[in-house]
């Protein structure tokens, strides 16, 4: 369906301007870190480093949703967003007191900021679109695209920077990056707290079993991602020994990057002209996700020196799925949640990718003995949520008939 007489708002600029900047800022710090804590000043052991940063990094569940919290129901969104990336720009700084005090109160304050900035910013983005929400899944693949876009100039740039000059140097940076992450914030403008139209007319269970759903979606996708680039990995060194073509296996790490910025690029253009509805374009994904098992299996059992370019093209479909699922669930959510609380229901998004990520790390030592394994896991959790999706959507419009 042709979308007509619409366009996107015009505070979107600000918003994808903020969020590359934050994302820069904090990949780029993600990266110091571990290097920064095993190095002649922290002179931390390497075992030690890498809990404490896997700590880190899972405390940000808990910050999210307290900063969703407190921005749904106490100061607004927009207060926490400009605290919050106050607060994780000054936390950034501390990091350059070579100290381990001054490594503990740099996280301290990063993931606090963070849990203020992160889900505010993704509700009021979503709000824009209450009005114009043909186009809601374009918008959210333009703030995909910017997350894609901010995390890997700062792993590039200021991990460079880290390295080349000095921790201190690179924290810097990313703590003056992430000051001009707040100041689009100033313009932004608290969101009308809407219900979108055609929600209006569907029971309150019916919209929290498709809010359920997309939870169940992210969480599965990210494990079978997870799973295909533990494949994928454990396959380069075998590309390497039977390929005759001249592909840098550096380059592979950036494959997803790439796909992701031109298929993504694609999709926001068509999704802002045509329409197609969500479950459509998740089913879709979970089809190229299935697809990118298939080869990788392939590319597994079968040896031959011109599998390289399957296995690049496993990364396309695996990039597609990603385009179709990571950034739908986002609109789905913003479309079916109550505003007033969407905040705290985006917030929560992250625990079912974070719980089924651990329950995975758990098998993680005995997948990695067989490649087949982890592709025929992965492919069965896509071809569980084709088949899934596709019994609720036919359940659901017999229940509408």
Known sequence: MKIKDERHPKELYLFLISKTLERT??????????????????????????????????????????GAIIGDLLIGNKKSMLFGGILQAVGTFVFCIPSTTGLYTGMLLVVLGNGLYNPNIIANFGKLYLNKTKLLDAGFM????????????????????????????????????????????????????????????????????KVVIAFVVIGLFW???????????????????IS??????????????????????????????????????????????LLSFGVLLLVSIVSSEYYVVLFILS?????????????????????????????????????????????????TDGLLENTVIILFVGGLIMAFLIVGLYLFNRSDKKSIS
């Open 25 to 66: 800022s904090y990949y780029g710090l993600r990266s110091l870190i571990v290097l920064y804590m095993i190095d002649s000043v922290i002179k931390m052991e390497t075992k030690d480093a890498l809990s404490i940063f896997g700590l880190f990094v899972s405390s940000f569940l808990i910050a999210n949703v307290l």
């Open 142 to 209: 333009t703030y995909y695209l910017a997350i894609n876009i901010g995390a890997f100039i700062g792993v590039l740039f200021i991990g460079l920077i880290g390295e080349k000059y000095g921790w201190s140097n690179g924290f810097l940076v990313a703590g003056v990056i992430m000051l001009l992450a707040t100041i689009p914030v100033l313009f932004f403008k608290e969101q009308e707290l809407k219900i979108i139209e055609e929600t209006t007319k569907m029971t309150l269970s019916k919209r929290i079993i």
């Open 223 to 241: 494990a079978s991602f997870e799973l295909n680039s533990l494949a994928s990995f454990d396959l380069q060194d075998k590309i390497k020994e």
């Open 244 to 289: 005759t073509f001249d592909f840098p296996i550096a380059l592979y790490s950036s494959l997803n990057f790439i796909f992701i910025i031109i298929f993504g690029i694609l999709a926001i253009i068509l999704w802002s002209f045509f329409y197609k509805n969500q479950f459509f374009k998740i089913v879709a994904g979970s089809i190229f996700g």
């Open 315 to 363: 990364f396309l479909f695996m990039s597609i799925a990603e385009i179709h699922i990571a950034a739908i669930v986002y609109s789905i959510i913003t479309q079916y949640a109550d505003p007033k609380y969407l905040a705290i229901v985006m917030s929560l998004i992250f625990i079912p990718i974070g719980l089924i990520s651990y329950l995975l790390g758990l098998f």
